[in-house]
């Protein structure tokens, strides 16, 4: 894993570059989900609150919603995932990147976690 990447309970990564960030889901996240099938994204220019629901991922056997790390607005969508959903099986942490987002409050990175108590929780489930 990506010591430079902040977590959420939910599974999202987040590198954050100034007052934007990249956005996908984790290794963790992927492995338990499986063979990733298909990726429903936002549009560009939407905005959220953190928690909220931005997309979902539909693998062979379950569908699993996205949810917003921080308050922001998309400023772009990895098009790559779109057209082949199993990049983020191969790559969830690099390529496999989901959204690019504007953040709204950067406080709100504050809040996030650091790879060893996002290692904490993934080691209890």
């Known amino acids: 894993m990506n010591d ?42 939407e905005e ?13 056997k379950t569908v699993a919603d996205l ?10 969508i990895n098009s790559e995932v779109e057209e082949l959903p199993e990049l983020i099986n191969k790559d969830a942490q690099g390529k496999g990147w989901i959204v690019k987002v504007e953040i709204q409050d950067l406080d709100e990175v504050k809040k996030l976690l650091s790879l060893d ?4 929780i993934i080691s209890n489930e």
Do not use: R
Request: no cysteine; aromatic share 14%; proline share 3%.
């Open 117 to 120: 108590d996002y290692k904490k």
């Open 67 to 76: 949810f917003m790390p921080i308050e922001s607005k998309i400023l772009e």
């Open 4 to 45: 430079e990447l902040l977590f959420t309970k939910e599974h999202e990564w987040i590198k954050v570059e100034g007052n934007t960030a990249y956005i996908g889901i984790t290794e963790f996240a992927q492995s338990e989900l499986g063979d990733i099938i298909f990726i429903e994204l936002p549009g560009v220019d």
């Open 48 to 60: 959220f609150s953190s928690n909220d629901v931005f997309g979902t991922i539909e693998a062979v």
